[in-house]
């Protein structure tokens, strides 16, 4: 297995973002994990950050392990939350992160999920970052796309 390295990451402009996207892409974030402090003007998440980084060595001996981690992501100057198809109040649910992007001049931030759900946050101005916050643990299963 490639050796892990845990990622610690910084965005204040929309390509930095589209590098922590591609680093959460398919990760799993459990709704009791989404967290929004109005007064401070943050909003948190932790996810179950697939590692697409991290290739399995044992592909030729036909086992598949692959590895998730637990991760952090937090969203600074935060005015506004709103979100589309979640029920925040299931929080024993996990939803699949799709990806993220930003829209309207970097003011707005979508948070796309599987299934059409969405959360989109305003704010004053871009800064965000993602920790992986724990060891890498395997997982059998490699999340797949129609091509």
């Avoid at 390509?15 to 909003?43: N, R, T």
Wanted: hydrophobic fraction near 35%; aromatic fraction near 6%.
């Amino acid at each position: 297995m490639t050796t892990y390295t845990p990622l610690r990451m910084i965005a204040q402009d929309g390509d930095d973002l589209h590098v922590i996207a591609a680093c959460l892409q398919d990760a799993l974030v459990p709704l009791s994990g989404l967290e929004y402090d109005k007064e401070g003007g943050h909003f948190h998440l932790v996810a179950n950050r697939f590692c697409w980084e991290c290739e399995s060595d044992d592909k030729d001996k036909g086992i598949s392990c692959y590895t998730r981690v637990p991760a952090g992501l937090a969203f600074h100057h935060v005015t506004e939350v709103q979100k589309k198809g979640l029920d925040l109040h299931n929080t024993s649910e996990l939803v699949n992160l799709l990806t993220i992007h930003n829209v309207e001049n970097g003011n707005c931030i979508h948070l796309v999920f599987s299934g059409g759900s969405e959360i989109k946050l305003t704010v004053d101005k871009l800064s965000c970052h993602l920790k992986d916050m724990d060891e890498p643990y395997p997982t059998p299963n490699k999340p797949e796309h129609e091509k």
